[in-house]
């Protein structure tokens, strides 16, 4: 009996183990659907410009009043807007503006700059494009070379990796490039 026991037994086991041998799955991401490209209008007390449809401007609590956190919840970013009253520190913001990109060349592969020049409506600046694995793949600075400073910087909500981040760090540069084009003092 005992025998016969471990035989079913035996024979359980070898035909529970019998299957498909198991196939590894290639390493995949999930796809993106970003919304359709269209503007609102957005004015402050210090600028206007033209905003994507499913972005939003809020100003933080506790900070200057001109401060602007222009959020993106549908692609998990941020866009961080900083004004400064010049006071004759132009020189020194620029150059801080400068010093923030350079400190995320260890991680860029490549960056590329593109100067704003809109003599019209006396915008000036500098959009920084960074490539590679790093914190904030765009910023950029404003100004009327006067009075008024606007500094910007793109941070994700998640880890930098520039592959899978790709489509949607392309989508928020045009909507950033579109605000810069769009932008006026007040």
């Known amino acids: 009996m005992k025998r016969r026991s471990s035989l079913y037994l035996l024979s359980a086991l070898l035909l529970a183990g019998c299957g498909y ?5 290639a390493k995949s991401y999930f796809r993106i659907d970003l919304p359709e490209q269209a503007y609102t209008p957005f004015a402050s007390d210090c600028f206007s410009a033209e905003i994507p449809a499913y972005s ?3 100003t933080p609590k506790g900070v200057e009043p001109c401060w602007q956190d222009w959020r993106f919840d549908g692609q998990r970013a941020n866009v961080y807007l900083t004004y400064k009253t010049l006071n004759g520190d132009l020189g020194r913001l620029i150059e801080d503006a400068h010093d923030f990109k350079s400190k995320h060349q260890s991680k860029a592969v490549r960056i ?3 100067r704003v020049l809109r003599d019209s409506t006396r915008v000036f600046g ?3 494009t960074l490539d590679g694995n790093v914190a904030s793949p765009m910023v950029f600075y404003l100004t009327d070379s006067t009075s008024r400073f606007l500094y910007g910087s793109l941070y994700f909500n998640c880890r930098p990796n520039a592959d899978s981040l790709a489509p949607v760090a392309a989508r928020l540069r045009s909507d950033i490039e579109h605000f810069a084009a769009t932008l006026e003092w007040k």
């Open 56 to 58: 939003a401007m809020t």
């Open 112 to 114: 590329k700059s593109d």
């Open 126 to 128: 500098t959009i920084f």
């Open 21 to 25: 041998d198991p196939v590894p799955k």
